[in-house]
């Protein structure tokens, strides 16, 4: 464990959420996990038993684990409630900055002395996101990868104002959870969501133009590159909505045509054919 991090709250129940919230419980915190939706709670949890489950069956968990694990998560209808006198609060909220800022100012006069808010955004700046708190040199990102539970990396990204100690405790906490970090600077899309969308933004102009099939465009990479998987399924796992999106913005923060969004991008969004999620996008996923 980490010293001084006793208890955590996961702000968001969606998939990024619930899924952050199943390791900070694994690696033996108590955590508390909270959305606006009160619907999406029931469902996280579930979604959190059933993947414990699936470990143990695949001996990557003890029964005695996923027993401890599911004990010690709990859940909270608002922010406040959650982040009452916790050492930790990990945001995972639409990818919106004003929403992102709402929730850290809610948190921030409730947490404990000295706690860290940490945002799980895949591009916005941190910077910008601590601006206004009375404590931002405790707040920087923690961006997790989907399915949380399985990905290894979490990027760490710090802002000019983030004190050396947020830094090495925001370090001690991905490797308690098991993950392996890696600490960026603050700057747009940071290191793994701009070379992401640079990459799965070309992978689709590619099928706009006809170059090739998105199976056969997602072979080239996983089969050439070793990729674990091609950009375009992994465009549908992350959801073509939330890839538009990143896209938008690093394009009008850095410029550059290879992140300007292609029109079948867009295309399909307006149709929503947003991936995994919709049963529909580059692959058929019904």
Known sequence: MVEGVRRVAVIGAGTMGAGIAQVAATAGWWTV?????????????????AQLAGAVDRDKLTPELRDATLERLTTADTVAEACTGVDLVIEAVVEDLEVKRA??????????????????????SLAAIAEGLPHPELCLGLHFFNPVHIMKLVEIVVHDGVEQETRRKAIAIVEAMGKEPIVVNDSPG?????????????????????????????????????????????????????????????????????????????DMV???????????????WA
Request: glycine share 10%; net charge negative; charged share 20%.
């Open 190 to 266: 940071f290191a793994s969501s701009r070379l992401g969308i640079a990459l799965g933004m070309e992978a689709i102009r590619m099928v706009e133009e006809g170059v090739a099939s998105p199976d056969d465009i997602d072979k080239a990479m996983e089969l050439g590159y070793k990729h674990p998987m091609g950009p375009l399924k992994l465009t549908d796992l992350v959801g073509l909505d939330v890839r538009l999106k990143i896209a938008e913005y690093l394009h009008a923060t850095l410029g550059g045509d290879h992140f300007q969004p292609p029109q079948l991008l867009r």
């Open 270 to 284: 307006a149709e929503g054919k947003l991936g995994k999620k919709s049963g529909h996008g580059f692959y058929d």
């Open 103 to 124: 929730v850290m100012a809610a948190a921030a006069p409730v947490v404990a002395p000295g706690a860290i808010l940490a945002s799980n955004t895949s591009s916005l």
């Open 33 to 49: 996990l909270s959305d606006v939706r009160p619907e999406a709670l029931p469902a996280a949890r579930e979604t959190i038993a």
